[in-house]
């Protein structure tokens, strides 16, 4: 798991998973919450930050967490952005955009404006994307 901490500007302890959401502080107390729920459903799994996101995975990547920086009709000023992939589009209505990346893998972004929103709607599309992933990767 991507754990290491650094000093951020102002005195800050962030781990290499938050640096995307330096400098957005409301943006990082709800990746913080939706990485400790993520983890304790899932606790073999490994954290794959990038300059803009951070990935779950076990092996294969289940569910991406970014800043919410793109205006998303009806998304609150500040939120996180959870991205997961499942096999066909879940017709939910607390995803805020589908989008097909490729045949028969559509990517879901879930708006999570605040802790109620890691209801048990979105955390049960995470599962769904959590199985996907590992059938994807034979159960490894």
């Not at 490994?46 to 998304?75: C, D, H, M, N």
């Not at 972004?109 to 994807?136: Q, T």
Request: proline share 5%; with cysteine; net charge neutral.
């Amino acid at each position: 798991m991507a754990g290491e901490e650094r000093i951020a500007a102002g005195g800050e302890n962030i781990r290499d998973d938050e640096l995307c959401f330096l400098g957005r502080g409301e943006e990082l107390e709800l990746y913080r919450a939706l990485r400790a729920e993520l983890l304790s459903r899932w606790p073999n799994t490994e954290l794959r930050p990038r300059r803009t996101q951070t990935g779950f995975a076990e092996r294969y990547i289940y569910a991406v967490a970014s800043p919410g920086t793109r205006r998303i009709k009806g998304a609150p000023e500040h939120y996180v952005l959870l991205s997961v992939v499942l096999p066909e589009p879940s017709g939910s209505a607390r995803v805020a955009v589908i989008a097909e990346a490729s045949p028969h893998r559509f990517t879901h972004h879930i708006v999570i404006g605040s802790a109620e929103d890691m209801d048990g709607e979105a955390m049960g599309l995470a599962a769904l994307s959590h199985a996907f992933a590992l059938k994807r990767g034979g159960g490894r």
